[in-house]
């Protein structure tokens, strides 16, 4: 039994029912992603990345591309993925601590938070803050709310799956699901949820000039994202 979420997204997991899931997930990502980048030259770090399959869209749209990920296994497709493409570095989170402070424009952490403990987050915010620019701005994705439950996550999939073709596969999925590792890790160690007041609590605290996004990024409108910006 597994006993984290590093863990689980370094296994061989079924969170995206198929490969058209997978692939138009990060490419809406990837869209969101590049709407935030604000110059051509701009670095960007994606903190936690996944597998970012769509990176490629992203790298076009900035300078410098830099994907983060704890998961080795997940590492090391990165690493062999792009290594065709001069614009992309993949790093780990630890090689973070090392990088040249203020040297980001731009930080996105989509669908992470969730998985940190708040200490960990905490870290977090502090090795990006240090990291971006002054002015530089940290988009913080997929945050969950403490009232919204694993309901509206489905009904999202499932309207994500009908505008995309994959209805199907997301009914098997969801059933598959429900009997694997990811039930039973949400139930034991849970997800971190925080309200629209906490989270701007949390980003002020860390230094950041912080508010909620219109919308969030990816597919889950009952999510929210926070752009906070470093002052200076
Ligand atoms: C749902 S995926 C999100 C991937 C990508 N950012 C996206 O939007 O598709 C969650 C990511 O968080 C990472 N993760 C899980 N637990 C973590 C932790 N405690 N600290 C940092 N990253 C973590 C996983 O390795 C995985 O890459």
């Not at 770090?45 to 900035?62: F, H, P």
């Not at 992309?88 to 989509?110: C, G, K, P, Q, T």
């Not at 960990?120 to 913080?140: C, F, H, I, S, Y």
């Amino acid at each position: 039994m597994m006993d984290d979420w590093i863990d689980y997204y370094d296994s061989t997991h079924t969170i995206y029912v198929s490969k058209l899931h997978r692939d138009v997930h990060f490419r809406q990502i990837a869209e969101d992603i590049a709407g935030y980048i604000p110059s051509p030259d701009a670095t960007v770090l994606d903190y936690s990345c996944g597998e970012a399959l769509s990176a490629g869209r992203v790298a076009d749209a900035c300078g410098r591309l830099i994907l983060a990920e704890p998961a080795p296994g997940v590492r090391g497709r990165l690493i062999a993925r792009f290594a065709p493409n001069v614009k992309i570095r993949v790093r780990s989170l630890d090689d973070l601590r090392n990088m040249e402070e203020n040297s980001l424009d731009l930080a996105v952490m989509n669908s992470v938070a969730q998985y940190m403990t708040p200490q960990e987050l905490d870290t977090a915010l502090t090795v990006v803050g240090r990291l971006l620019k002054p002015g530089g701005q940290l988009v913080l994705g997929d945050i969950l709310q403490p009232d919204v439950g694993m309901a509206q996550d489905v009904i999202a999939l499932l309207r994500f799956a009908l505008a995309h073709g994959f209805l199907a596969d997301a009914l098997w999925g969801l059933a598959r699901t429900a009997l694997s590792d990811y039930r039973e890790l949400r139930s034991k160690i849970g997800l971190r949820r925080y309200s629209e007041a906490e989270m701007i609590g949390k980003l002020t605290a860390a230094g950041f000039a912080a508010s909620r996004a219109a919308q969030n990024i990816g597919h889950n409108p009952s999510r929210m994202t926070f752009v906070a910006r470093k002052p200076g």
